[in-house]
């Protein structure tokens, strides 16, 4: 490879190629238990409301750890950050197939959620570093399309595994991958381009230059009185938190959901369900070329602001829509529509935090993605128990289809310009 030439293939794509593969691997653990309900339930004797606090502790645990793990992202690195979390949440992936009752499942996930914590706020500090600002979109929108490919391919394949080798040892099977892909990267990666062997001094130089809109990175502290006296912050997890009730139903009730409404045998299920995660994934594609696409234009503002909008629209309307349908493909159609404009919004948000986080990148998405995933636990309980306090599904989409028209008000009142005022060195 040349050093005064710009090279071929960028270095800083095989960078995207590791945290595709890992956010794959976050939803395909993630899932996992969710096509595990009926025997896992089965063999621990659970209730339809104890698997949903046990959905909802992964949920807590992921929520409350996001700002002190993508600190500790800032801190140390994501090389040496992500191959720690992925290491721990792989042992507890690896652990729910040896737990023998509600109580020890209950911790488990816990912990889990604890581990997950880490991931995309340290994705979040790889891209600021290595990840030119123009670039930005659409990598967040591969990053993200990842996870929901990997959940879509999950649900059918994970369901022929269980059928063959039961779920506890497929449980195991998925922390095993978890712990090769920690290695992996701890020996592949390094956190700054201009520390790899491998980029080209071309390479290096450009992305030391687009790193910002401005080109100019000034050191900071960071301090939590900043990131919260931040109006920006505060409307970024607000908006996030209706993103995340609508995308985590296709995470952990849309396959029983589909299963059991029209009474669908594991496979089948599967199959249906994996539709509004692949739209989902399309979803996060087409909205990270719309930001570049926008931005390239010389529209900053708008091109973070439009593909949001526009995505929590389509959202809220295929939320309300479903409730109309009797037949399972176009219900799965209706859903695939809501979960293509939830996920419209996942790349805007996270491209937010680069802009306004900066070298606090990961403490900025992960406290985003603690509110987003405060909406995530919301949901695991709030679907059981509102379909058994009313009878029907009817008020759980209706309460997400007006979430997200809230969140569309308050994109309209965020500023991507104005970074967090973090005290300067």
Same mark, same amino acid.
């Given at each position: 490879?040349? =050093?005064?030439?710009?090279?071929?293939?960028?270095?800083?794509?095989?960078?995207?190629?590791?945290? !595709?593969?890992?956010?794959?691997?976050?939803?395909?653990?993630?899932?996992?238990?969710?096509?595990?309900?009926?025997?896992?339930?089965?063999?621990?004797?659970?209730?339809?409301?104890?698997?949903?606090?046990?959905?909802?502790? =992964?949920?807590?645990?992921?929520?409350?750890?996001?700002?002190?793990?993508?600190?500790?992202?800032?801190?140390?690195?994501?090389?040496?950050?992500?191959?720690?979390?992925?290491?721990?949440?792989?042992?507890?992936?690896?652990?729910?197939?040896?737990?023998?009752?509600?109580?020890? /499942?209950?911790?488990?996930?816990?912990?889990?959620?604890?581990?997950?914590?880490?991931?995309?706020?340290?994705?979040?500090?790889?891209?600021?570093?290595?990840?030119?600002?123009?670039?930005?979109?659409?990598?967040?929108?591969?990053?993200?399309?990842?996870?929901?490919?990997?959940?879509?391919?999950?649900?059918?394949?994970?369901?022929?595994?269980?059928?063959?080798?039961?779920?506890?040892?497929?449980?195991?099977?998925?922390?095993?991958?978890?712990?090769?892909?920690?290695?992996?990267?701890?020996?592949?990666?390094?956190?700054?381009?201009?520390?790899?062997?491998?980029?080209?001094?071309?390479?290096?130089?450009?992305?030391?230059?687009?790193?910002?809109?401005?080109?100019?990175?000034?050191?900071?502290?960071?301090?939590?009185?900043?990131?919260?006296?931040?109006?920006?912050?505060?409307?970024?997890?607000?908006?996030?938190?209706?993103?995340?009730?609508?995308?985590?139903?296709?995470?952990?009730? /849309?396959?029983?959901?589909?299963?059991?409404?029209?009474?669908?045998?594991?496979?089948?299920?599967?199959?249906?369900?994996?539709?509004?995660?692949?739209?989902?994934?399309?979803?996060?594609?087409?909205?990270?070329?719309?930001?570049?696409?926008?931005?390239?234009?010389?529209? !900053?503002?708008?091109?973070?602001?439009?593909?949001?909008?526009?995505?929590?629209? /389509?959202?809220?309307?295929?939320?309300?829509?479903?409730?109309?349908?009797?037949?399972?493909?176009?219900?799965?159609?209706?859903?695939?529509?809501?979960?293509?404009?939830?996920?419209?919004?996942?790349?805007?948000?996270?491209?937010?935090?680069?802009?306004?986080?900066?070298?606090?990148?990961?403490?900025?998405?992960?406290?985003?993605?603690?509110?987003?995933?405060?909406?995530?636990?919301?949901?695991? /309980?709030?679907?059981?128990?509102?379909?058994?306090?009313?009878?029907?599904?009817?008020?759980?989409?209706?309460?997400?289809?007006?979430?997200?028209?809230?969140?569309?008000?308050?994109?309209?009142?965020?500023?991507?310009?104005?970074?967090?005022?973090?005290?300067?060195?």
């Amino acid at each position: 490879m040349s =050093f005064t030439k710009k090279p071929f293939v960028p270095s800083r794509y095989f960078m995207v190629a590791g945290t !595709f593969l890992l956010s794959m691997l976050v939803y395909v653990d993630r899932i996992g238990i969710s096509v595990a309900k009926d025997p896992m339930t089965d063999a621990l004797q659970l209730s339809d409301k104890q698997f949903g606090w046990v959905l909802s502790m =992964f949920a807590l645990g992921y929520a409350l750890f996001q700002t002190p793990l993508g600190i500790l992202s800032d801190k140390i690195g994501p090389r040496r950050a992500l191959a720690a979390v992925v290491s721990l949440w792989s042992f507890f992936t690896a652990l729910t197939g040896a737990v023998t009752n509600f109580i020890t /499942l209950f911790f488990v996930r816990f912990f889990f959620g604890v581990g997950e914590a880490g991931a995309y706020p340290g994705i979040s500090k790889a891209v600021y570093h290595w990840i030119p600002v123009r670039e930005r979109g659409i990598v967040n929108g591969i990053n993200f399309s990842g996870g929901r490919f990997g959940a879509a391919f999950a649900l059918p394949l994970i369901a022929l595994v269980i059928d063959k080798l039961g779920w506890r040892s497929t449980f195991f099977v998925l922390g095993l991958l978890g712990i090769i892909w920690a290695l992996a990267w701890y020996f592949l990666f390094r956190d700054n381009p201009e520390d790899h062997p491998r980029v080209s001094a071309y390479e290096k130089q450009e992305i030391l230059i687009t790193r910002t809109k401005s080109g100019v990175e000034t050191p900071s502290h960071f301090t939590v009185n900043s990131l919260l006296g931040s109006r920006n912050m505060w409307l970024a997890m607000g908006q996030y938190f209706a993103s995340n009730f609508t995308f985590f139903f296709c995470l952990t009730w /849309l396959f029983p959901h589909v299963k059991e409404q029209f009474m669908l045998n594991n496979v089948e299920a599967g199959f249906y369900a994996s539709f509004p995660l692949i739209a989902g994934a399309f979803g996060n594609m087409f909205s990270g070329w719309l930001v570049d696409r926008i931005y390239a234009s010389g529209r !900053f503002t708008w091109s973070r602001i439009i593909p949001a909008t526009v995505g929590f629209a /389509l959202a809220a309307m295929g939320l309300i829509a479903s409730l109309y349908s009797t037949d399972v493909f176009f219900s799965i159609v209706f859903l695939s529509i809501a979960i293509f404009g939830a996920d419209m919004t996942i790349s805007p948000s996270w491209t937010l935090c680069n802009d306004i986080g900066k070298l606090h990148s990961g403490a900025v998405s992960g406290t985003m993605n603690m509110a987003g995933n405060i909406g995530s636990f919301i949901t695991a /309980l709030a679907f059981p128990y509102l379909r058994d306090w009313t009878g029907s599904v009817t008020p759980f989409f209706i309460i997400g289809a007006v979430l997200n028209v809230l969140a569309i008000i308050m994109w309209l009142r965020i500023k991507p310009e104005n970074p967090i005022r973090f005290k300067t060195i």
